[in-house]
């Protein structure tokens, strides 16, 4: 073994003292022959046969010198080093076509390297600072098998009861306004069990982080560490910070600890600024202490895994005692189980948001890439053509193909290779460019970052490989062709359009042609959907109504304190020029945060054995569904005077009117929540609330004042702009509280944007990169047309001098091309009907067939065609028979 | 005349050298090449050629070393010399030489 590895040192070493121990062996050999003659001379013998015999006895001097040097070196990788030599030779010979491929494959692998980072960097390797991430699941509840939150009791006894979760991790992300000096501003933070940051492996620079049992006790650590960015920014990096205290949502916090830069928390897309423990979460939580009620789910939880621990087994463990839970808490826990998830699919986060975006992305840089290297291979064979000559000649001296096929794939290699290089560089360049899709909403600091480790290097690389084979086969399968006695007559020139090497060009025109129409396909079903979303009517006013909120919890107002604000602040907006009316209302549809469910109970309504009803509510004032444009099919509104000391009433959707009371006018019936009991007075016409894309689901309003919360939006009725009405609310807000700040000020239309922001990324995305292919299709074209054109002068003279005009040899040109077209644009279509299912969750009320986005993909391959023949076209009018003729 | 010269076997070459260096010391190729001839008396066909790969490929295990010296006659020329490594493997060598022809011979005796 040591003499292998010495020897394979040695041989290594040979390569880089080649020269010197050229000469070496030319003067060991040297001597030995002189010695040899010299020997023969004494023996007698005359000069020249004394020369001879010495040579005679030796054998062949060159042999023995190859034999050598083969034994010397690594011949395999001396000849690599040759063919790499002679292709970067080659390549600098012919910059305009190196640049042009090298830029092709700069995009095509640069799109894949981006994408493959994105997906890293947010779906798998989420968050970077966190060790052993492999072993990280998110875990959620489950409500008849949909993903929903979990409550903290519940969570302690699965602690308890699972023996292969090496820790479980809350986390709950929640908002706050910071006010630091003048400045106030609003900020997101987390709440999170203690055991956080010792179970992520994350260490804070100053401080510490939370000690085990600063989550239990209500409100009884207010203690907080912060992130690294806002101790820079906002503590100016004070390096005394531990043990100083800052004011979240009013309660005085003391900072413990500063976390490590890079850690941005584990919430997909948004970083978080502050951490406190979850004894403090009454104060962050809008409704109240939940750490010891069942029935709040509000937690958002990974768990750890034990090393070597597999999901299915830690999922078998867990729902085990989701079952038990079942069985001892029926009145909370029926129907209802836990279920762990991959970091990809956790339901809680960006991630899932970008899930199917990210998808389908995967797919489009694969056909990005083809035609890219499509394009590569065009351009290497209008270069094979030009060094069939070289090539022949190589294989006359005596060169084997195989080694003419590793010329071809080393230099295939090399282009691929700076285009890998370039495209990591464009990955690089585009690591946070997904943050710049989404529209910004105040307060919150997006972060999505791409990841460029070693696994997508490696991906990358791999990408890299199969281009070069990709590029590698179509010279190949020329060069494979050459007949030594053909090629040294010379070529005739071809025809527009015949011939077997124009086949495989064409071939692969058609191939970018199919390949580009796939993604315009699906560019436009996506742009429809998204339009459908934006013209859909999510069942509520989107224009004319505007929306924010003023932070009284944040600012320390309890719950009466707030209650006459609400009102005061009511009655001067109203009072304000051009607000026709406004109302408060809990949660804002389509926003961000859940809705929060509750277990009822409705007369006659006999529910079947496995299902709790459960549904969906929000807490509204007087004249919300006024305010809102939100129709009333029968009853009334709440009123002012449906307060605390009124009896309690209830609005219901028509969805719940038909399901708990099967079409009867649910008018004077009664429904129970939470144990209360409520008459039910109006019912509203169904509407969007979660997503709009949901299916109309049951779901009820509740007067604000019999289910008092301090946080709640205002809604606005008016024609006025947010710009106008933001400095009247301002000065409003401002009169009645000198020390309150306003949310920021925008339409409902903006809100349902910004709910539709996957969608937009997505058409975005899958735009861009449709235009590119595109543009690479039509390059492609332009080049094969051009190419026909300059080869088939002859044809094209002979054509002119038999009298065709100069319309003639323009529509023989821009048929071929558009010939190619239709070829492609068929092959696509057939491709697309197959493939576009596959966008199934991103569209909206769009089938996958839609005839709109199939033609006016074919317009605009038909244009862009067009546009490619054009000029070789014109080219071929401007062919002077007497020349071409001649030549 | 003599029978038929032999070729060199194969992988004998190798035990060839390392014993003409172990009896004679450190020599240029061409001596090793004389003198194997001479002990062979000159029934050993050997192109001398092939001996300058075999002198690297030994020199690459590092059975054996080599240095620019100056010759009787005073060329330049490289001198080759057993290693202790070298003169380990000449031992295993000539032993499995030994057996294999010891082997042989019994083989052809009996049939």
Redo the contacts between chains.
Sequence with gaps: MR?FF??FI??VMALFRRRRLED??D???R??L???V??NLGKGMSAEDARREALR?????E??KE??R???GLPMIETTLQDLRFGLRMLRRSPGFSILAILCLTLGIGANAAVFSWVEGILFRPYPAVVHQEQLFALTGTALGEADLTSWPDLLDLQRSCTLVDSFIVTKIMGTTLSIGDRAEVTTGSIVSANYFDAIGVHPILGRGFEPGEDLGRNAHPVTVISYQLWKGRFKGDPQIIGKTQRLNNVVHTIVGVAPEGFYGTFVGWAMQFWVPASMEENFEASGYKLEDRGARWIEAYVRLKPGVTLAQAQQEISAAAKRLEAEYPATNRGRGIKLWPLWQTPFNNANTLLPTLEIMLAVVVFVLLIACANVGNLLLVRSFARRHEMTVRLAIGAGRGRLLKQLFTEGLILSAFGAAGGLLVAHWCRHALVLLFPARGGVAMHLPGEIDWRVLALSAGVCLLATLLLGLVPAMQTSKIDLAGALKSDSAGVVGGGGRAWVRSGLVVVQVSLSFVLLVGAGLLLQSLQRIRTMSPGFSTHGVLDTSVPLVAAGYDAPRAQSFQDELLNRVKALPGVESAAFGRMTPLGYGSFSSTAIAVDGYQPPPEEQPAVQYNEVGPDYFATMGIPLVSGREFRRADDEKAALVAVVNETMAAKYWGGKNPIGERVQVKGRWMQVVGVAKDSKYQSVRETPKPFFYVPLRQNFSRSAGLYIRTPLSPETMTTALAREVHALDGNLALYEVITLQEQVDRSTSPQQVAVTLVGVLGGLALLLATIGLYGVMSYAVSQSTRELGLRMALGAGASNLLRLVLARGLALTTGGVLLGAAVALGLTRLLGNLLYKVSPRDPLAFGSAFVVMTIASLAACLLPAWRATRTDPARALRE | MPTSKSEVLQGTLDLLVLKTLDSMGPMHGFGIALRIQQVSEDLLQLNQGTLYPALLRLEQRGWIASKWGVSENNRKAKYYSLTRAGRKQLGEEAENWGRMSAMINRVLRTS
């Design positions: 003499e010495g020897t040695r041989r070496d062996l003067e060991e050999l001597t030995h002189e010695m040899a010299e020997l006895s030796f054998g062949g001097v042999q023995t034999n050598y083969d034994q010397r």
